[in-house]
């Protein structure tokens, strides 16, 4: 089989690439693992709207809910964040409704050749890059040859592994994931509450959030990069246990299914090779401090289906710089930033998340936009000498967390 565009792997990244290489009337044919498309489990992912508003609508991508407040709350303290910047509340999950089923029907319906259960995948370098990929489908051999691959296999990636970019180890951050998805979350449905509470979740967080229709979600994110020797889930049912709010909230809940998962953060000199680009978490595009990446999934996938699109006219090596530049213009700076908060963030005692809070707090009680004074404090000179003064370090860490909560 010949094509324009192979897709390896079929989560958020992958799916949007497929969609829109297919929807540009690129032939694309996108090859999955797993016996069918959708997460393993149900959740709910939260991330910001921020970059992706145009592809969401032009893709027509589906959304579960949106809000735009959260609660902070450290051991002592806690601040209501109104926001102009909107969370999208993302169903991942193999059910009729999900993300993944939405993607999948726009991307048969644009054309798109749609391969699950595929296994033995063997990538062929030429020096063109990948020049075929031979791969069974129970049993039987397949034999793709594409002009271009997306590598979209997720944080082990085959792809990354076979080319020749290698992460810089330097910055590998490892996050580890454990929640559940429930009915009846006793909270107000579209305000998130992010917990900090460095004796119960060292180098984490755990939030709850509930959709307006009604499924919530409750979950711990933690750095799992040095060895911990408990699992996450003891962590997140630690934080059930002692936390007495949660607790009361848990008691209340119905129809609870879990989830557990991880996946890395890491920096690459490039994210292409040859004729192969990667996309979403095989490029370690993941937020180092929260383990956010759905933006950036959908952001790459989307730029490179649209690089490839816009540029294979001139060749494979056009194609890997734009889809470089594009890249470092958008999702790059903020991971590098994201790598410097996580160093600040793994510091943090109880006592800093608290004086967090409470200058937060001041600051809103004296400016009533705080995007706008997160995003230009300079136009605040005594809010920000303020601030400046109780703890530098927490004034960048604030304007991170705002940006992504
Ligand atoms: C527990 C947990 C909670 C999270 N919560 C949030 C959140 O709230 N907000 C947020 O923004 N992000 C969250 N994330 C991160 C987010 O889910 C990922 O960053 C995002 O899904 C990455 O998408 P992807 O398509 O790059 O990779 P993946 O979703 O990992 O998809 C990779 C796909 O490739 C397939 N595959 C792998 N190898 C092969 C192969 N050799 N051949 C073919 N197919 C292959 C896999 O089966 C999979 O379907 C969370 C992650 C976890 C684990």
């Not at 229709?213 to 020797?229: D, T």
């Not at 790059?332 to 908060?341: F, Q, R, V």
Request: charged share 25%; hydrophobic share 40%; proline share 3%.
């Amino acid at each position: 089989m010949r094509c324009d565009v192979l897709i390896i792997g079929a989560g958020v990244s992958g799916l949007v690439a497929a969609q829109k290489a297919a929807k540009d009337g690129l032939d694309t044919i996108l090859i999955e693992k797993r016996s069918s498309v959708g997460f393993p489990y149900r959740k709910i992912d939260i991330t910001e709207d921020v970059g992706i508003n145009d592809i969401v609508s032009e893709l027509k991508l589906r959304i579960f809910d949106k809000s735009k407040k959260s609660k902070w709350l450290s051991a002592n303290g806690s601040f209501l964040l109104n926001s102009k910047i909107v969370d999208l509340f993302i169903k991942r999950s193999k059910d009729e409704d999900s993300f993944e089923k939405a993607a999948l029907d726009h991307s048969l319906d644009f054309g798109c050749r749609v391969f699950t259960g595929v296994n033995n995948i063997d990538l062929r370098y030429g020096s063109n890059g990948i020049e075929g990929v031979d791969s069974k489908i129970g049993g039987r051999s397949i034999k793709i040859k594409p002009s271009v691959v997306i590598g979209a296999d997720g944080s082990k990636s085959n792809v990354l592994a076979s080319s020749p970019l290698r992460k810089r180890k330097k910055h590998n951050i490892y996050l580890e994931g454990f929640g559940i998805t429930a009915e009846n979350l006793d909270i107000p449905s579209g305000l998130t509450h992010i917990f900090f509470d460095e004796y119960i979740l060292p180098g984490g967080y755990f939030f709850m959030s509930k959709s307006s229709k009604g499924l919530g979600v409750a979950s711990v994110a933690m750095n799992y990069s040095k060895p911990k020797g408990i699992g996450v889930d003891t962590y997140f049912w630690d934080f059930v246990t002692y936390n007495k709010y949660v607790r009361d909230v848990f008691r209340k809940s119905s129809n609870k299914k879990y989830f557990v998962g991880g996946c890395e953060s890491f920096e690459l000199d490039r994210r292409s090779y040859k004729n192969v680009l990667l996309v979403g978490n095989a490029a370690g595009l993941l937020d180092p401090l929260f383990g956010y990446g759905v933006n950036q999934a959908i952001y790459s996938g989307y730029w490179a289906a649209r690089t490839i699109k816009e540029n294979i006219s001139e060749g494979c090596e056009k194609v890997c710089e734009e889809y470089e530049m594009g890249l470092g213009r958008s999702l790059l700076p903020d991971i590098k930033s994201g790598m410097k908060m996580r160093l600040v963030f793994d510091s943090l005692k109880n006592r800093h998340f608290d004086r967090l809070m409470n200058m937060l707090n001041h600051i809103s009680e004296e400016i009533e936009d705080m995007d706008d004074f997160l995003n230009n404090p300079v136009k605040y000179p005594i809010p920000l000498a303020k601030s400046l003064i109780r703890q530098p370090r927490l004034l960048g860490l604030m304007r991170y967390m705002v940006r992504m909560f």
